[in-house]
């Protein structure tokens, strides 16, 4: 195996950081590396808002569901939907189909994977954090984001304290995986996987995301958080932001 894959294999979710900064080398690294992903037709829609001002990552920190490892990280960078810059080149393009919701959210989400590998390529760690959509209205007006703007996901970056937790189990490939045609979900399989989950978080390092913290199984994960993560305001916001209309 080379360094890559054994990095890509050894991924697991840091939220506990030393107050240690990281350098200006090592950030213009992780950015470099994040703004060389590929990207849908060269449309380049996304944003990094980085941020760097204590007072207003404490704000940002109440916004997004009182994550303290969103204060604690050296850095915390939103990455953001963009279609404002294109759209000033472009301003006759009607940007309200779907479609360009779909093309900038997935480049917004392959940018912040490789800002995050990048990161933890150096011997980093850090976690995503999907909380900052649970006041999305609040958290655009506080970062000045323009229509055709919408924050994605947070992403804390630091130097991690003490060990790095354990590997948290997957779906076996056969679930997740198929030749040529979709497979139906395979109970046996499931139940095998949710014995290793329960195994999983009986052990698990004690700084819980908050998602996670009274589950016992995979599958009690997926019922208890499916429909938490219902944000029923969502649909309004992205149309006001000038997204999804169509
Ligand atoms: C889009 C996205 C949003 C996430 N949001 C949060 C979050 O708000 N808080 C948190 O503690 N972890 C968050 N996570 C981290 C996941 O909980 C974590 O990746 C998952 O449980 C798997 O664990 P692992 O990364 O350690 O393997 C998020 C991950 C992704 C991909």
Known sequence: MNNT????????????????????????????????????????????????DPDLRKKVMHLSFNQPYIEEAAEFWI??????????IAPKVDLEYIEYFLISTFDAGLMAQN????????????????GVQVNIA?????????????????????????EKPGLKPRLPQSMVMFDNQYQPLDEEKLATYDQQMREYYQNRPVRAP??????KGWTDHIEDHLERAQLPFMLEYLNKQGFAKK
Not at 26 to 52: E, G, H, M
Not at 115 to 130: C, D, N, P, W
Not at 138 to 161: M, Q, R, S, W
């Open 115 to 130: 800002a995050l590998t990048a990161a933890e390529s150096m011997g980093l760690g850090g976690v995503f954090i999907g």
């Open 79 to 88: 990455f953001c939907a963009d279609l404002n810059r294109n759209h000033q």
């Open 5 to 52: 894959i054994e990095l890509l294999h050894k991924h697991t979710s840091v939220r506990s950081f030393t107050n240690q900064p990281l350098t200006e080398e090592q950030r213009d690294a992780i950015f470099k590396a994040a703004n060389q992903t590929s990207t849908s037709s060269l449309l380049q829609v996304v944003s990094i808002i980085r941020i760097a």
């Open 210 to 215: 908050f998602t996670v913290q009274k589950v």
């Open 138 to 162: 609040e958290l655009t007006e506080v970062l000045n984001l323009p229509k055709y703007v919408i924050p994605l996901v947070g992403l804390c970056i630091g130097h991690p304290a003490g």
